[in-house]
Each structure stands twice: as structure tokens, then as C-alpha cells.
Nanobody, 111 residues
Framework: QVQLVESGGGSVQPGGSLRLSCAGSGSIFSIYAMGWYRQAPGKERELVARISSGGSTNYADSVKGRFTISRDYGKNTVYLQMNSLKPEDTAVYYC?????WGQGTQVTVSS
């Protein structure tokens, strides 16, 4: 079982930035794709961004051009850089690898 721990959430004003981190156990990052998902109150969990083992990325249309996913193989960590944040980005953000999920980190965008 892969263990994932997210950090970096918080509260920010519209237009602000946050960087989320997801630290994983084991030598998983060179093998599997990693993803960031989010779930807002009353909504389904949705894919935000995904990065393959080779570094290829894809994004939800709603975050393209604003969010960037990256990975550091040496640190077993995946990042989500979030810029130009909007109130509709408010959600709990989860890191995912195969069938493992982190505990989630809250992101709140509000003036």
C-alpha cells in the first residue's frame, strides 16, 4: 500500500497562489502516474491534474494555464502549483497514486 501525505493548503484571496505537496512512501514515483483531485462541498470528486511516470501531464479544462503539476523523483514528491486562484477552486484537494489516497488538504479562495 502506498502512503501519501499532502500539505500546503490554506486560505488565499482571489488571484493568489498556493503550492500543494504530496509526499509518498516507497519507490513509487518512478513507476506510477500521480494525480491531484479535488472535491467541493456537494460535488463529485474530480481530476485536476495528472502526471505520468515519464512526466507527461494533463489538466482539467478549468485549471489549464493556471495550475502546474510536477514531480521530484529524488524527493518522492509531487507538487501542484496553483496560480490565479478563483473562488470556484475552493475544495479539499487529494493526492492519488493507483488506489491510494492522501488525507486531503483544504484550499479556500475567498475575499
Amino acid at each position: 500500500q502506498v502512503q501519501l501525505v499532502e500539505s500546503g493548503g490554506g486560505s488565499v484571496q482571489p488571484g493568489g497562489s498556493l503550492r500543494l505537496s504530496c509526499a509518498g512512501s516507497g519507490s513509487i514515483f518512478s513507476i506510477y502516474a500521480m494525480g491531484w483531485y479535488r472535491q467541493a462541498p456537494g460535488k463529485e470528486r474530480e481530476l485536476v491534474a495528472r502526471i505520468s511516470s515519464g512526466g507527461s501531464t494533463n489538466y482539467a479544462d478549468s485549471v489549464k494555464g493556471r495550475f502546474t503539476i510536477s514531480r521530484d523523483y529524488g524527493k518522492n514528491t509531487v507538487y501542484l502549483q496553483m496560480n490565479s486562484l478563483k473562488p470556484e477552486d475552493t475544495a479539499v484537494y487529494y493526492c492519488n497514486c493507483i488506489d491510494s489516497w492522501g488525507q486531503g488538504t483544504q484550499v479556500t479562495v475567498s475575499s
